[in-house]
């Protein structure tokens, strides 16, 4: 059994001889060849030339033609912000208050024009050197996000106030996800993934009364085109892991923040497959060989090998030493050298003695600490941060921000010791406050504003 039929296997929760193993290889196809960011998810070309030298080097049995969850915005008009070693970000959101544009405002969405002729050649080129042994994903990005990227953070706030307008914005990027799943079907892809981050920021009720219908709308156009669909969330969507499991996609797969048991079980309950979760950051960017190692096995013994997928949580960053990726891949094909690794490597403990906090009790400045992947290329991360810069504007607040990247020694260093133990997450003063949901901007300026007027009640003169 080759790797496409492992994949397409394991994700209609069939048993397989091993899990086939899928690195989510985006802009870190940049890297392995050499070429930015900004260069290698604008050109066709390039893309299948990185894929090409991931699948020699990692020996995967799928890959993402491109993970790049901007796309569908830039095509209806969100201006992107281009970077060398991450995906672009959106930084305008044409139907806010700012832009009030309408959705008959918006540009046509045509998958014959912007970055999708490329995304097509890289997709005609692939299959052609690769399609028989790999399994190709095609991802579009889910229509909760995509609603975040034309409207904004004011979404969160017309949840409560102005449901029908979230509803109708819905619909609109359900039928976009159509039109992009059809692309991608239409072009050869054999998986189409949704893949939703924002989902992890919004209630169970929420999910129900707005994702669910239209992801399902998705995912049945999907099947009703006899292809293969799964719905992906980064981020800590532990609220949500049912919700996610009762929709009508083929396969869930989570990050890093979810249990593989957990997942495991309710995915077996709903007769769904399931994919995860290798640790993003502190393993594969991070750590060492054998870090990788270890989690590799920790996944591939918590999966089993029944409608198991081994992945990381989320888009490779542009840096993971490829060294790390191969001793992955290792263990994957390599049951001697798991079986060996598991009886000789234990697991390393980090000491981040030398990470102090802020002195937050006697600062007569309020201190807001915001622990993320990466703004700059993590959606639901992007729109925390966001939310916490536009809830200052307007208050007569003495605050400073800090973003704490958990790409870096220093970022996890500062998740540890605030607490933190879900990504993104607000912290007040030291005390975490909104952790892995964004709050209106109402709630955010009212708990800035506490924080502030404690202040001036206890911090004493200098």
Same mark, same amino acid.
């Given at each position: 059994m080759n790797g496409k039929e492992l994949v397409l296997n394991a994700i209609q929760n069939e048993a397989t001889p091993r899990a086939p193993w899928v690195p989510f290889v985006g802009c870190h196809g940049g890297k392995l060849i050499g070429k930015p960011a900004d260069r290698y998810l604008q050109s066709g070309q390039l893309l299948a030339s990185g894929l090409k030298k991931a699948f020699n080097l990692y020996q995967p049995d799928g890959l993402p033609i491109i993970f790049d969850l901007q796309i569908e915005a830039e095509a209806l008009g969100c201006a992107l912000h281009w970077a060398e070693d991450t995906p672009p970000a959106v930084i305008s959101h044409p139907l806010d208050s700012q832009n009030r544009k309408t959705l008959?405002?918006?540009?046509?969405?045509?998958?014959?024009? =912007?970055?999708?002729?490329?995304?097509?050649?890289?997709?005609?080129?692939?299959?052609?050197?690769? =399609?028989?042994?790999?399994?190709?994903? =095609?991802?579009?990005?889910?229509?909760f996000t995509l609603a975040l990227h034309l409207r904004g953070n004011e979404i969160f706030l017309d949840m409560f106030d102005h449901p029908e307008k979230v509803t109708n914005l819905l619909s609109f990027c359900t039928e976009i996800g159509r039109k992009a799943s059809d692309f991608y079907i239409e072009n050869g892809a054999d998986i189409v993934a949704v893949v939703d981050p924002m989902t992890s920021q919004i209630s169970p009720t929420h999910f129900h009364?707005?994702? %669910?219908?239209?992801?399902? %709308?998705?995912?049945?156009?999907?099947?009703?085109?006899? %292809?293969? %669909?799964?719905?992906?969330?980064?981020?800590n969507v532990d609220r949500n892991l049912e919700c996610m499991c009762e929709t009508s996609c083929d396969n869930v797969s989570v990050d890093e923040q979810i249990s593989i048991p957990k997942l495991k079980t309710l995915a077996e309950k709903h007769g769904k497959s399931f994919g995860g979760n290798l640790k993003l950051t502190v393993t594969l960017l991070m750590g060492d060989e054998n870090d990788c190692r270890l989690d590799a096995i920790r996944n591939l013994d918590e999966g089993g090998r029944k409608g198991f997928i081994l992945s990381p949580g989320c888009d490779l960053p542009y840096y993971v030493p490829e060294k790390?990726?191969?001793?992955v891949a290792e263990m994957v094909h390599d049951e001697y050298q798991r079986e060996f690794r598991r009886k000789t490597l234990s697991v390393k403990t980090q000491n981040f003695d030398h990470i102090s906090l802020p002195d937050y009790q006697n600062s007569d400045t309020v201190i807001i600490d915001v622990v993320t992947l990466d703004s700059t290329s993590c959606a639901p991360c992007q729109y925390m941060v966001e939310a916490v810069y536009k809830a200052l504007d307007g208050l007569n607040v003495n605050a400073i921000i800090h973003e704490h990247k958990i790409k870096t020694e220093n970022g996890v260093g500062m998740m540890i010791k605030l607490g933190v133990t879900g990504i993104p997450t607000i912290c007040i003063d030291g005390e975490v406050k909104f952790s892995s949901i964004i709050p209106d901007q109402p709630t955010l300026k009212a708990a800035i504003q506490n924080a502030a007027d404690l202040k001036k009640r206890t911090t004493p003169r200098k």
């Open positions: 008959a405002n918006l540009n046509h969405f045509d998958t014959n024009l =912007g970055r999708y002729p490329e995304i097509a050649m890289a997709l005609k080129m692939i299959k052609k050197d690769l =399609g028989n042994d790999i399994a190709i994903y =095609g991802l579009i990005c889910g229509p009364q707005f994702v %669910s219908p239209a992801v399902n %709308s998705i995912f049945n156009h999907i099947r009703e085109k006899k %292809s293969l %669909s799964s719905l992906f969330v980064c981020g790390n990726l191969q001793a």
